[in-house]
Nanobody, 117 residues
């Protein structure tokens, strides 16, 4: 099983970044896919989630209207488009796969996003 995130980096406030997570080793279309983040000294929090078919998404209140999660079940990838970034969005962002029925959970290694002028 592999989840490999990419796309993190340094961006100025108000800017945009797009994260990607490439998945292998399990049946991608059977899993909910989510992005979590963890800032220094804080607990890991859910940022956005997509159901297995991609028909439903949900977001943390802090990112609603700014972030968009999308998935491509033909390419086994999930993306997080982040717009109007704020300094408080600075964190390590993790890709997560969750099997709703069996409870399996897989994590990526994380990618750093830093929002600073």
């Amino acid at each position: 099983v592999q989840l490999v995130e990419s796309g993190g980096g340094l961006v100025q406030p108000g800017g945009s970044l797009s994260l990607s997570c490439a998945v292998s080793g399990f049946t991608f279309s059977s899993y909910y896919m989510s992005w979590y983040r963890q800032a220094p000294g804080k607990e890991r929090e859910l940022v956005a989630r997509s159901t297995s078919g991609g028909g439903s998404t949900n977001y943390a209140d802090s990112v609603k209207g700014r972030f968009t999660i999308s998935r491509d079940n033909t390419k086994n990838t999930v993306h997080l488009q982040m717009n109007t970034l704020k300094p408080e969005d600075t964190a390590v962002y993790y890709c997560n796969a969750h099997h709703r029925i069996f409870g399996y959970d897989y994590w990526g290694q994380g990618t750093q996003v830093t929002v600073s002028s």
